[in-house]
């Protein structure tokens, strides 16, 4: 099949959905992720961007890393998003003793029936909180790795099938903190977005304080989405117009990051399909069942910032892992990259 | 923003676009030295429009109606305080300067004026857009006007008017000048920047051509109160070199400019010599030049036919010369010193070579006969030249006036000279050197010395001024000559075998008495200045390249005026270099911009409107989603809400791709939106707040 050809048939895809059911489904759509973002918002203050950024994340099937110094609340927003979502919700606290089957589970000895039994680990969830990712070993985190992007787990030469939807969200402190591993580049690849929090203002922290003194308000959240209800907006996503000139657009800023002067190697095709498939989620979220130019320069620093890996000497020693000069980078290029106006 | 407000903003912008029009058309009056209208009324005028401008309702309203924060309301009566005051006391000081007729404090007060103009402008001005245009022809005008104008003494003004523009940008840049802050705080210094050079550079090239393009008015209106002494002051103006009056009585001024016109004085055949004399002048008072009348007159009457002067020295050659008259001549015009005349009308003669008709002259198309003297003979034999002078202290006189300089020099001039003709030939390679031919160059002062201001302060002149000066630099040193006044060249391209004279072929010239010769003609006047404007089929490269000379002649030389000139040069070129990258980054917007014909009517109207933008450079930058340009767009014109929906059915339109179009009510709201946004941004009001995003 030729290129020309597949397009059109993605047209075709597209286009196949009925207008008013599209119309329908699209603010049923709407509705879901604006209850999920309020939902997280009662508990996350002063957050709306990171929220939104989480949420679009976790609609478009991908995974998000967020990233600040301890304590600034990305352990609670990544929380928050897991209770939000109904299904199981487990969690992962890192050390430098975990071990892979810590995370995938291992094969026990079951002395009934006399023979090994599979025991699923905590990575067989619907949402999975990895916290502080970055103080696991290099061997535990690539446990993850498997796992994040096939939704498959093998042990002991057994492969098992994680359940469906399975978000992973992952926190990481600055990898100047001691006691930290670099997360490899390749699993920095898999996650869909990285962000960071950055300070919350006076008054959003003095809320917070008030609330948090009486109790973690967290653990009050009640979930808004069932896990089918997500599969089902995933799906939607999947189905929001991208036009030509929108696609353009997107590959001309991810072929700008590796044109960039301060970067060794920029922003990947995998790069690409998850900033355009965050940017569809971004749309259906928006209530538009097409992707604009907006979505992507929205998305783009976070979904392109953590994977760009510069050039040697750019940024000094500090910045291996840390996501905020790729993502200036990503800025920069974002100014100077045309928008099409069609294709 | 009442629809009233906005009606009332478009009025204004239009009134400041005429305002700044008539300015820029006055100004190139401004530095003609002799301007055909006084300038200086229509330059009040154009002060009352912008005061009026700066005080009226008007302007009031829009302040108002912008925003209608408290901020406007505090500012605006402080500025319009300071623009009435600044008005009134740059009124004062133009009345108090006026002096009518004197030129020079009339440019100068011209300038001052432009540069109260333009600050009032400035306190008036509502976007920054307008405020540097504003500087930018006031500031080109004031360059160009010291320039070309030969007037050193608007450098000054010049200068000021140049810290003017830092100090309005610096203004604009703490946005103390617009009443809109927001329209400035987006703005880097480096836009600011860029928003008053572009506009003053293409301003300066502008003006630099409409002043080449203009005609010089200089020459055609004089203005003096000769009380009818002067050869144009009487029915005799129209007349060309003819009106030197009656022998004897005959007055050559050179504080005053005969017209130049085109109209035909006489036809000769083309092989007759190029050099046609009418009258001679022997005395010379400082000012003007005077045909005495020495010895007996003779009368010519139809009757006596040709006379053949007999005894005349070996050298001299007689020849007769057949003319045809063509326009007004009341002398007679012959190649030499007439000496013999037959044809219609009386003449009568003195022995220095005038001969002029008793009444009228003859009559249009009317032929005659003239037998002349021509004096003439190597170089050789002109410096070999021996013999009983000419013994007539008349051609020796110097008037009591004259500068002890001109002496000075030349005496200087001709000290290495060993005989007359060597002498004659120093001051002829001095002038021609040394001094600039100007057909336009400003008259002197009514007081001053002409010789003295031509060979030591203006350096420029035309054919009068050199040759008075080489008369009066060879008689200081006791050479014998006189000025001949008559015409030279002409036209031999527009009637084959014929030379046509025309009036503005009239030339003055030089003659010496050589002994034993005779009076030789000596032309001190660079040759190709004298009647190169005469062919009157010049091709349109001539032409040019004519202005181009004459633009280049007409910069004041000296060291300022060196400097000057470079400058000037340089502005130029930056200039033209500013216009032709604007101009390509305008022709890449716009190519950007250009519709196709597969174009949705959203997409197609909002590129119309970005199309208008990008004329004022505010147009989206190409980094720019809609969405980011809809935030900035919005104003006066439009609301943002609106601004916003028509932007987000354009997205819709444009990324929605098939089947996700939209309603057409939207598409109609959206179209008239872009539209009356693009209406508002041909009318300068503000659609864009602060500038686009660049690189």
Same mark, same amino acid.
């Given at each position: 099949m030729d290129s020309q050809a597949q397009l059109a048939l993605v047209d075709d895809t597209f286009d196949s959905v009925p207008d008013g059911y599209a119309t329908e489904s699209r603010s049923l759509a709407e509705d879901a992720a604006t209850r999920l973002i309020s939902n997280v918002e009662q508990v996350v203050h002063g957050r709306r961007a990171a929220v939104e950024l989480v949420v679009a994340g976790l609609l478009s099937g991908g995974h998000v890393l967020v990233q600040d110094v301890p304590g600034s609340g990305k352990t609670t927003l990544a929380h928050a998003v897991a209770r939000s979502v109904g299904g199981d919700f487990r969690r992962i606290q890192c050390t430098a003793d975990l071990l892979p089957g810590d995370v995938t589970g291992s094969a026990m000895w079951n002395p009934s029936k006399q023979e090994f039994t599979f025991v699923p680990g905590p990575i067989f969830a619907n949402v999975l909180l990895v916290d502080e990712l970055n103080r696991a070993t290099p061997r535990a985190q690539s446990a993850l790795l498997e796992a994040m992007d096939e939704a498959t787990v093998t042990v002991d030469g057994v492969r098992h099938d994680l359940p469906n939807p399975f978000f992973v969200v992952a926190t990481q402190n600055p990898t100047d903190q001691y006691g930290t591993y670099p997360l490899p580049e390749g699993q920095l690849d898999r996650f869909a977005l990285g962000l960071s929090l950055g300070p919350n203002d006076r008054a959003t922290e003095r809320r917070v304080m008030r609330e948090q003194l009486i109790r973690a308000t967290v653990n009050d959240l009640q979930p808004v989405l069932a896990p089918e209800e997500l599969r089902w907006l995933q799906l939607e996503v999947r189905r929001t117009y991208v036009a030509d000139a929108v696609l353009d657009f997107c590959l001309s800023v991810v072929a700008a990051t590796r044109e960039h002067p301060d970067v060794r190697v920029g922003a990947s095709s995998r790069a690409a399909l998850s900033l355009l498939r965050c940017a569809q989620a971004r749309a259906l979220v928006a209530g538009r069942n097409y992707v604009v130019p907006d979505d992507i320069k929205l998305l783009a620093p976070t979904a392109l910032g953590h994977r760009i890996v510069l050039a040697p000497g750019v940024a000094g020693p500090v910045a291996m892992g840390s996501t905020s000069a790729g993502v200036s980078i990503v800025r920069d290029v974002l100014a100077s990259v045309p928008v099409p106006l069609r294709s | 923003m009442t629809p009233q407000a906005a009606e009332l903003a478009r009025q204004n912008a239009r009134a400041t676009r005429i305002a700044f029009m008539v300015a820029g058309a006055c100004g190139e009056f401004a530095v003609q030295p002799l301007a055909p209208f006084p300038v200086w009324l229509a330059m009040l005028a154009l002060f009352v429009v912008v005061a009026l401008a700066a005080v009226g309702q008007p302007f009031a309203a829009v302040a108002d109606g912008t925003d209608g924060t408290n901020r406007n309301r505090r500012v605006w009566p402080v500025r319009q305080l300071v623009a009435v005051v600044v008005i009134a006391l740059a009124g004062a000081e133009a009345l108090t300067q006026l002096r009518p007729g004197d030129v020079q404090s009339e440019g100068r007060t011209l300038a001052l004026l432009m540069l109260f103009v333009q600050f009032a402008h400035a306190l008036a001005s509502r976007t920054r857009r307008e405020t540097a245009l504003g500087c930018g022809v006031v500031v080109a005008t004031l360059a160009v006007a010291a320039v070309f104008g030969g007037d050193v003494t608007l450098i000054a003004p010049m200068a000021l008017a140049l810290a003017g523009v830092a100090v309005t940008a610096a203004l604009l840049q703490r946005g103390v000048l617009l009443e809109s802050a927001t329209a400035v705080s987006a703005g880097s210094p480096a836009s600011v920047v860029r928003a008053c050079v572009a506009p003053l550079a293409s301003a300066l090239a502008i003006g630099a051509l409409i002043f080449l393009a203009l005609p010089d008015t200089s020459g055609l209106r004089v203005r003096s109160s000769l009380g009818g002494s002067g050869r144009l002051s009487g029915p005799a103006a129209d007349r060309g070199v003819s009106g030197v009056g009656a022998v004897g009585a005959g007055t050559l001024d050179l504080n005053a400019r005969g017209a130049l016109s085109d109209a035909p004085v006489l036809e000769v055949d083309a092989s007759a010599p190029r050099y046609w004399q009418g009258a001679v002048f022997a005395?010379?008072?400082?000012r003007s030049w005077r045909s005495s009348r020495q010895g007996g007159l003779l009368l010519w009457t139809p009757d006596d036919g040709m006379l053949r002067p007999a005894g005349a020295p070996a050298p001299v050659r007689f020849r007769t010369d057949h003319a045809t008259v063509l326009g007004g001549v009341d002398v007679v015009l012959a190649p030499g010193a007439p000496t013999g005349y037959a044809g219609p009308g009386t003449v009568v003669s003195d022995p220095d070579g005038n001969a002029r008709f008793v009444g009228d002259g003859p009559d249009r198309n009317a032929g005659y006969d003239v037998a002349s003297v021509l004096a003439g003979a190597s170089d050789d034999a002109l410096r070999a030249a021996a013999g009983?002078?000419?013994?007539?202290p008349r051609w020796t006189a110097v008037p009591s006036v004259m500068a002890p300089r001109v002496r000075a020099l030349a005496v200087q001039l001709t000290a290495s000279a060993s005989n007359r003709f060597d002498a004659v030939a120093a001051v002829e390679d001095y002038l021609k050197a040394t001094e600039t031919y100007d057909i336009n160059s400003p008259l002197p002062r009514r007081g001053d010395d002409p010789i003295d201001d031509f060979l030591f302060v203006s350096h420029r002149g035309f054919c009068e001024q050199f040759a008075t000066a080489a008369v009066m630099l060879l008689r200081s040193v006791g050479v014998p000559a006189r000025l001949v006044t008559g015409y030279a060249f002409g036209d031999t391209t527009s009637r084959p075998g014929e030379r046509i004279f025309r009036q503005r072929d009239a030339h003055a010239w030089v003659q010496v008495y050589y002994p034993g010769v005779g009076w030789v003609a000596s032309d001190a006047? !660079?040759?190709?200045?004298?009647?190169?404007?005469?062919?009157?089929?010049?091709s349109v490269r001539e032409r040019i390249a004519g202005a181009l000379r004459a633009a280049w002649k007409r910069i004041p030389h000296g060291r300022v005026g060196a400097f000057v000139a470079v400058a000037a040069a340089f502005a130029i070129g930056a200039a033209l270099v500013l216009l032709a990258g604007r101009g390509l980054a305008r022709r890449r917007q716009r190519a950007r911009a250009t519709g196709r014909p597969d174009d949705g009517p959203v997409l197609a109207a909002y590129l119309r409107l970005e199309r208008a933008l990008a004329a004022q450079e505010?147009?989206?930058? !190409?980094?720019?989603t809609f969405g980011e340009f809809a935030r900035r767009l919005g104003g006066l014109a439009v609301g943002a809400g609106e601004v916003a929906r028509a932007m987000r059915c354009l997205e819709q339109e444009c990324y929605g791709g098939r089947g996700r179009q939209p309603a057409p009510a939207e598409v109609a709201a959206a179209v008239a939106v872009f539209d009356r946004l693009r209406a508002a941004a041909r009318d300068d009001v503000p659609v864009v707040v602060g500038n686009a995003p660049r690189r």
């Open positions: - | 005395d010379f008072d400082g009983a002078d000419v013994d007539d006047t !660079p040759s190709g200045a004298a009647g190169a404007a005469s062919s009157g089929a010049a505010r147009a989206r930058a !190409p980094g720019e």
